[in-house]
């Protein structure tokens, strides 16, 4: 027996010694990430400088946190937020495009009834500009005791569904508004890429209301031209970013052992007229630029009574051949580069019926994907959406249309 416990192989150190290594190298590996600088060179500060090309690597409040297996990302009402789970295996390359897209308010409460609709791609917003002009945050506040949004991420995935970080919109600026520095603002991007891992980006540019970057203050006074020359300026900025992004997502291997991808999509106001000139502008700029834009997807205000969905129609009729000419696309293959968002002042402005008429809609036209915002629709309405075209039989409406009014 004694033999037995002092006989080892040639070379093999003794057993208290291999212990004694591995508490060493575990500890050596933990000081080694504690280590880690908090913030990126230069900091988070608009007035002070970063190298072209340098990634931020912790969070902006500057406070001192192990890394993570992915990069700390944003600021979140004042909380820091860790990095999600990676994404579950992609799906089979004959699994359809999502019909729906389900909106998530980074601060608002989570909503289980999207998953139990069978919705399986989400945007999640909106990352707007934080302090100094240059770091990204996530707009609102979260309750406290909120779920941090990286555990909604995860548990998403979990589930398989898709997240899409959503650029801009309404509450607060976003990033290429006010950082104009062009290796910042690419930084302040690729930040929250590489955090979130995610298959795209959605940009929800806000109301181009006045001048800005330097040239006035957004709302004030300034002549048509220098609003219309500012957003231009602030619409190359980003373009410049997002090309960028998908050049390095392109020279990457993706999950599926090819190339990999960064999709990028808009989401924009559109009323009877379609879009508004500075968003024509934007796609077309961006189109320039190299970057290669999905979809389009229209924020479309729904009232109540039987006309309501007309106007939904009306304005995807005016906004395709705007969107086909600021794509380069033709107008009867512009169908499936847009999204439809219906904009509800009421949960009942959306009911069975015409959930029922809007798929249709959707799949008669070939449209990318149907959303909602505004107040949650039932989630009848949301089973609706979600699911295959319903059958062309006449569908029975919340809402009787007049006779001869047309339809969607």
Do not use: K
């Amino acid at each position: 027996m004694d033999s037995a416990r002092h006989s080892r192989e040639a070379g093999r150190p003794p057993r208290s010694l291999v212990l004694l290594a591995s508490a060493a190298l575990v500890a050596g590996t933990g000081a080694a990430l504690w280590a880690l600088p908090a913030a990126p060179p230069g900091g988070w500060d608009a007035t002070r400088g970063i190298r072209p090309g340098v990634e931020p690597g912790a969070t902006p409040t500057g406070e001192r946190t192990p890394a993570p297996s992915t990069p700390e990302t944003l600021v979140a009402a004042r909380q820091t937020v860790a990095a999600p789970a990676p994404p579950a295996a992609a799906l089979p390359a004959d699994e359809p495009v999502a019909r729906y897209r389900g909106f998530l308010d980074a601060a608002g409460e989570p909503r289980p009834e999207l998953l139990r609709a069978g919705v399986r791609s989400f945007a999640i917003g909106h990352v707007v500009a934080g302090p100094g002009g240059c770091s990204p945050r996530w707009a609102g506040v979260i309750p406290r005791g909120g779920e941090p949004v990286a555990a909604r991420i995860g548990r998403l995935r979990a589930d398989g569904g898709e997240v899409w970080p959503a650029f801009g919109g309404p509450y607060g600026q976003e990033l290429s508004v006010t950082c104009e520095n062009p290796a910042r603002l690419l930084a302040a991007y690729r930040h929250v890429v590489t955090a979130l891992d995610p298959p795209g980006v959605d940009i929800e540019p806000a109301e181009p209301a006045g001048p800005v970057g330097g040239t006035g203050t957004a709302g004030g006074a300034g002549t048509a031209a220098e609003t219309g020359a500012a957003w231009e300026t602030v619409a190359r900025r980003r373009a410049a970013v997002l090309a960028r992004l998908q050049r390095e997502a392109r020279s990457r291997e993706g999950p599926t052992g090819g190339a990999g991808s960064l999709r990028v999509t808009f989401t924009l106001p559109a009323s009877q007229d379609g879009l508004r000139v500075a968003d024509r502008e934007a796609l077309r700029i961006t189109r320039e630029a190299g970057v290669e834009v999905e979809s389009v997807g229209l924020l479309v205000p729904m009232g109540s009574g039987p006309t309501a969905l007309h106007g939904l129609a009306v304005a995807a009729r005016a906004a395709r051949p705007q969107i086909a000419a600021a794509l380069g696309v033709t107008p009867d293959a512009t169908w499936r580069r847009m999204g439809l968002a219906p904009v509800l002042a009421g949960s009942r402005d959306l009911g069975p019926g015409e959930a029922a008429r809007l798929a249709a809609f959707r799949a008669r036209n070939g449209l990318a994907w149907l959303s909602v915002r505004g107040a949650r629709p039932s989630e009848q309405v949301l089973r609706i959406l979600t699911g295959p075209a319903p059958p062309a039989s006449p569908v029975t409406r919340s809402h009787p249309l007049p006779d001869g009014y047309p339809t969607p």
